[in-house]
């Protein structure tokens, strides 16, 4: 079962290529550059943080607090990416501080680019594509760097330079090793199963075996009974005298030292708490940290969905699944973030429809809800950014994902308005839409009607899709198993297509009349046919969830509306493009995949949803690939975004803080540098 979903990596990538309109907002509040930093296919950027000074004392120093809590569990995320990150980030980062060989030449440079490279993906895998990051640089200079750095700057436990060169070398640069963090993949060879736990580099199982891991929580869940419990969410799987046991992450167990280090902030926050629902919300946290008990987890989550009231709100804990090809282990993450009273408007009308929107769903009657509770929905601005929302970061939020939750309690959807901003800035001007959209009119409309169509799905997506539809008598929740993440994308996604072009969106004030939905429908199927393979490297098939998702909405609509001419290929100057030709049709053709991918997640028809993500989302074209990544080349650009953050300043006078200021940067490497010694609380080995 899906736990605390979150979203945004589509919107977030066409802000990110230049496909909206730009915003009208406050001026900048500094003069600094919006991008920071680019390399390999990354760059940085920062946010601001608009009507900081608005908040009152109490409001900044809860956020403070939070935020040291949203950075203690940085080495946790790393830790759970795979068993040996934390022990070359040190090594990469002595070297970086201590190399008293020269700084100039091209390994060098390659050095520095693989570096910032592991620090953007928490670890040795692409943050995106899953896949190993090889090193531009030979062994032999790694080599020189260790040689050249004094001892004292590496950890004691790794040894002398030839134990490190002897450690790290294989993990560096064997492509056999680590392979992939994530396997999803159905098959290896010639239609021999794989295990996909033992071909996946995370930390999440440790010396288990795929059926070892699905028979210990199916016994779990039968001996217990309880299906609202989120078994394996916040333990590694591991064997202990040849016995599968879990190791629990919590106080006194595994990762102590960050957790004991959160908890010591939390319980700062607690104190300054802006309501008692608040309080209750930080206390329930803080009991589960020490626990580890499911059930604390669940009182916690319930009485989060309650706290609507405090305008600052905060994510922390045991969140994403996608790092687990099972779909049931959690990464840890961290956001801190106020509410934007004037932009919340619009989630607001639409959560409060939220009945409407399910009683007209286009998906089969015995699936939708019969009563939409409590779905909170408004739009923030991100103060602090940790684990798996640092670097990258969506830009929708949907939570809880536990169904029963949603059902009985609601839950609580976000956009959040200054990460959206800061990839409008950086895109001004990238040439990447003259380059792929099909005609100037298209190119027209997206700069008109873009950014606000684009914010609209988000918000579809996230406040109502997510919590949208309802699983039939019996399934759980896990059945779809490491097909479950893109499917339930595709589902939420469907679901934003399908009623963007609803008249309910004018009448409803949230749009005005325009070509909102045909900006969008645009933009997604250029993306999911085109432009995100810009994201894929050559040879390679589709890995990431929301990649897979895109794929697969886009390649269906078209298999399944070429005998209506709904969408075209386009051929001029050797270049190919995509037109929509019949938005009326393709509408139609979103309501009947989300009526199929809802009977998928209602029945957990395993079977049917494989073969949907096999077909539609996985493979290639490999023509069209290298010709995009021909084009995209010349434009100069990165596909993948991410941020630094700001800092936030305490002022202190008598042992007291009397104000929280926020300072901007523009350095990259001295931000992951400065997290590596304030909040490096982890051992190597865990």
Known sequence: MRKFLLIGVLTMALFAMGCQEFKQQKGSESNLPWKVDQFADLYVMRYEIPDWDSLSLQQ???????????????????????????????????????????RVGANWEAFLVYLKRVWFSNGIHHHYGETKIMPDFPVEYFQELVNKTPAERFPTELGDASRIVMFATPIMFDPTIAAKRVNKDKTAGDDVAVDLLLSSATNFYKDVTQNEAQEFYDLMQATVGNDRLAFGMNSQLCKIDGKVQERVWKVDGMYSPAIEKIVYWLEKAEKVAETEAQTATIRNLIRFYRTGDLHDFNDYCVQWVKDTVAKVDFVNGFIEDYGDPLGRKCSWEGLVNFKDLAATRR??????????????????????????????????????????????????????????????????SVTIENITRAYDQVAQGNGFLDEFANSPEEIDRARKFGSLSSNLHTDLHECLGHGSGKLALGIVGDELKNYSATLEEARADLFGLYYIRDPKMVELGVLPQGQYSEAEYDAYIRNGLITQLTRIKPGEQIEEAHMRNRALIANWCYEHGKQNDVIAW???????????????????????????????????????????VERYAVKVDKDLHTEVLERYRKLNLAPYGGFVNPILEPVIENNQIIDVKVRYTTDYAAQMMEYGKQFGLLPLKN
């Not at 403070?64 to 090594?91: M, P, V």
């Not at 019969?370 to 601005?381: D, F, L, R, S, Y």
């Not at 019949?582 to 073969?611: P, W």
């Open 60 to 102: 900044k120093e809860l956020c403070y607090y939070l935020s040291q809590a949203a950075l203690s569990g940085r080495d946790i995320l790393w830790d759970q990416n795979y068993e040996h990150n934390l022990a070359i980030r040190h090594i990469l980062e002595a070297i970086y501080e201590g190399y008293a060989g020269e």
């Open 347 to 412: 989630t607001e009308i639409i959560s409060a429809n939220a009945a409407w929107f399910e009683e007209h769903s286009p998906i089969d009657e015995a699936f939708k809800r019969k009563e939409v509770k409590g779905i909170t929905a408004k739009v923030i601005n991100a103060v602090t950014l940790g684990g798996d929302c640092y670097p990258s970061t969506p830009i929708g939020i949907n939570l809880p994902n536990a169904n029963w939750i949603r059902a009985e309690y609601g839950s609580k």
């Open 570 to 612: 386009n051929v001029r100057d050797g270049k190919r493009y995509v037109e929509v030709k019949n938005y009326d049709a393709l509408r139609d053709l979103f309501g009947q995949l989300l009526r199929e991918i809802q009977r998928i997640k209602s029945t957990g028809d395993f079977d049917a949803g494989r073969a949907l």
